[in-house]
């Protein structure tokens, strides 16, 4: 066994080392911060969201109850609405998963929630009413009442005009006390188990309506606006998503319908190829064509070849690697 004494030595400052190293890290991690960080909001809630724009919150559960909403029409996993599913070629990724979410946007956003409550005569009325309404009935109150809150100044329910709306003008500005309450983010969360951590149905919701749109635009988070935000924190933001939003900005997938199972077959194909890569002909072989191993063990090879035999390389040497 050699004798470590027999090696060259040499001065070393372990803590000078490691202050330098700690300075340099904090430095730029506060420089990625201050440039590519992400603005540290106030959460979005149904509470938020029906104090600060009640008219798009009563609008939005008016869709919900005629099933006219985005969520009632998106088609598996949370329904089955026919020809909703989007599809790669003949393959359909939604259809061969199923239904495995169910929500019922009527039910599940209005009607249970106001049955859960306590309620006042009026308001357990309007709810019988509704449960014995046949359902082309029920459409018809929705889209008459949704009409009407379209052509009212600001969308205000208050400004609406009359007409034969049913219960719903009553069970929409019910649902909108619970919201302001803050009893609906609960109501919606709520699933039997002790911790509740499923916001699936309070996002849904939310997503409905355009008061959360409107937010994200402002932070440039909208689709064609290139914007990433990490949930929470001011640190650098998810930017390995650039390129899984970057086939948005661009045709065939910015205006097709079928964009997110386009896009999701594209980045898997790709993600396969970049797994691929020591299998593949000629793309294997880059390494050894642009010869960047040399520049990156330049300091290596630069003693090997000040001691390598004439017309050979450092290399073809036997036993030698970098």
Known sequence: ???????????????KEFTIALVAVAV????????????DVEPVTLASWSRAAGADFTATA???????????????????????????????????????????????????????????????????????????LRQAWTKAYSDALAAAPGGAPARAA?????????????????????????????????????YTRPLLFLSDGTH??????????????????????????????????????????K???????LIWALMALLSLGLLLVPFLPGVRSLPRWTRVHRLIWRSWYRTQEATASPGRRPEDRPGQTP
């Open 162 to 198: 009359s007409g034969a709306y049913g219960p719903v003008p009553l069970l929409t500005a019910r649902l909108l006390e619970l919201a302001r309450s803050g009893a609906l983010d609960g109501q919606l969360q709520a699933d039997g188990r002790f911790y509740q951590t499923d």
């Open 62 to 136: 008016v869709a919900e109850l005629g099933g006219t909403s985005g969520t009632a029409e998106y088609g598996p996993p949370y329904n089955d609405t026919p020809g909703a599913a989007q599809k790669i070629g003949p393959f359909s990724p939604q259809n061969a998963v199923g239904v495995h979410i169910p929500v019922d946007t009527a039910e599940d956003f209005v009607i249970r929630p106001l049955t859960d409550a306590p309620e006042t005569p009026a308001v357990r009325a309007a709810l019988a009413a509704w449960n014995a309404a046949p359902a082309a």
């Open 28 to 39: 730029l991690t506060a420089a990625l911060a201050a440039l590519f960080s992400s603005p």
């Open 255 to 261: 205006s097709s319908g079928n964009a997110d199972a």
């Open 1 to 15: 066994m050699p004798d470590p004494a027999a090696f060259p030595a040499r001065p070393y400052d372990l803590v």
């Open 212 to 253: 959360l749109e409107s937010l994200a635009r402002a932070e440039h988070l909208g689709g064609d606006q290139w914007g990433m935000m990490n949930e929470t924190g001011n640190f650098p933001g998810q930017a390995w998503l650039w390129l899984y939003t970057f086939w948005y900005q661009i045709e065939p997938f």
